[in-house]
């Protein structure tokens, strides 16, 4: 079964950043999509940032030029690098993925438990 675990969240003043991690285990599928949702409390979960095994790659306008995807397939785990954060920032994170090349396009079919990210003003 595929799972995800996110680490890194925490608190920061405005303007910091934080590196997410993702470890990902029992995705055997050589056609993927994976990436990064956030839902602040109140507020519809927001796709953040996607990358597809046919190299296709996104990221939403509020995290464009700020957020960056990367991964060490050594490790088997995926990084959200997180600059210049926002208050408005402030979200659960989920690493989330689908055994598709289309899940960056519709819905990821896997989430991990969340990470906490707290920008403070």
Known sequence: EVQLVESGGGS?????SLRLSCEVSGFTSN??????????PG???????????????S???SVKGRFTMSSDNAKNTVYLQMNDLKPEDTAAYYCAASGTLYGCYSEFDYWGRGTQ???SS
């Not at 056609?31 to 602040?40: D, F, P, S, T």
């Not at 507020?43 to 790659?57: A, L, Y």
Request: aromatic share 14%.
């Open 12 to 16: 920061v003043q405005a303007g910091g």
């Open 59 to 61: 990221y939403a306008d």
């Open 31 to 40: 056609a993927y999509a994976i990436g990064w949702m956030r839902q602040a």
């Open 43 to 57: 507020k519809e979960p927001e796709r953040i940032s996607c990358f597809s095994s046919d190299g296709f790659t």
């Open 117 to 119: 990210v707290t920008v």
